[in-house]
Structure formats: structure tokens, C-alpha cells
């Protein structure tokens, strides 16, 4: 025991610290904690490493021993694999469907959250019954028919971003729509009632009213759907067959698509790239995320 004698004089006795004790209570979640930190930072400090090792070697190389700006120099100067034009058509894509999904299951989730229509049950449980399919199933049938509109108009067919945005917004429709379907229903019709009174229709208090009311799921959505989008490689590979109109998924796995000759410096330093768009809008998006995770189970 340790004697701590105060102002008044009074002697105060303090425990001797147990380090047994203190493990069993609170030390094991500090050594769990910091093992899922380096477990989840590993990959991200491994790729930075790789992306800035000049030799462009994974294999038999300490992180950080060779620090340089070749394969990024490399990766943004290669005009056979124009990474810039990937970018673009990445971000492109991923905004338009971003905000496509947002705007679009927006409309559907007041619509079956609002109004009383025949099938309006039907229809909701259809969403839910359509997500047990993946999209990847109908890519056969869903590439036959961009061949046949691009035919007819080559904007939306096979190689147009327009196309591919449409494909990737009726694959995420449902699930928006039923995820964004529950989150409209916390907030209170009494507030549509009052609108109602003074005149308003609905397509003002949905603009006006609603749509404030529900920004944390809006962004919850867009942010997932922007991730979905720049992420997805199989749908984007088949739709899109010319280099200048692929995604950064596509264009990326060019440089290590080569069985004998594999360039994972400049791949490594196109996925930190890459990667900075969506952390730069999820922090951006931080404070309404949090939101659209949480309130709805406590309003």
C-alpha cells in the first residue's frame, strides 16, 4: 500500500498497482484494440510502401526502403495506359450514378412511404425479393440488350458511360429504395399534414421539407453507391471494351494483367490514388453518415 498524506494532513492509503488485475479488467481490450488497428493499417501502409518503392518489387522488400515518386511519375506519363482518362471516367460514373440513386430512390421511398396506391405491398415486397439475385446473373442478358439499344442509339449501347450508369442504377434501385423506404417512415406525417394545409403539394414538401429531413440516408446512399460503382470491375470490364472510355478498376489490372511481366509499383500507386476520392467525400459526408446509421433506430 502507498500513504498519500493530503493538505489537512490526512493520511490516504492508495492500492499497489496489479498489473494481473488491471489486464483482466481493462488491459486485454487495449491489446485487442491496438492489434485491430495494425491489422486493418497493414494492407494501407504496404501499398503506400509499394507504391513508393522505385524497383516496383512486393516481394523480399522492407516497408519504406526505398522511398520515390517513379511509379507515380510512371503511372501519370504512360500514354498507353492513360490513367488521367480513367480517373475522369471513373468519377464520372460514379457521381452520375451516385446521384441518379440518391435522386431516384429518393422519389420511390416517399412515394411507397406517403402514398396509398393498389400494390404498393406488392411492390415493396418485390424489392426485397429481387435484391435475393444478384446482377451478376443477368449480365448475359443485360449485355444482349445494350448491344441491341446501342444499335439504335450508340450513346447508351456497349462503350458509353450513359449506358453503364443506367445498368449500374437499376441494379441498386431496389435495396435503395427499401434501405431509404424505412428511413422516411421515422419522420412524422403530421409534417406533411401541416404542409398540406398551407397549400403545399407533394412535390413541395418533398423538395422542401423531406428531403432536408432525410439528408443523413441521402448521403449514406450516394457514398455507398459512389464506392459500389468505382469499385465494380466485372461489370464495368464487359460493358466497357475501348481504353479510353474504361474505369480505374479496368485500367488498373492492365498492369498486372501480364502472367510473366507484372508493374505493381505504378498498380500500387493508381490504387492510393484511387482511393483518395472516396475518403476525401466520406469525410465530407462524416457528420450526416453517422446519422443515417444511427437515427433511424432511435427516432
Known sequence: MATITDANGTVLTRPKFNLLRWFGQTGWRHIVGIFFVIFALFPLAYVLSASLNPS??????RLFGEVGL????KLLTNENKPFAMWFMNSMLVGLGTAVGTVFLGALAAYSFSRMRFTGRRTGLLTLVLVQMFPQILAIIAIYSVMQTIGGIFPALGVNSHIGLIMIYLGGALGVNTYLMYGFFNTVPSEIDEAAKIDGAGHARIFFTIILRLVAPILAVIGLLSFIGVTNDFVIASIMLTEPESQTLAVGLFKYVADANFKEWGPFAAGAILAALPVTILFLFLQKYIVGG?????VK
Open 56 to 61: 516496383g518489387i512486393l516481394a523480399g522488400s
Open 293 to 297: 446509421l444511427t437515427a433511424g433506430s
Open 70 to 73: 517513379d511509379n507515380y511519375v
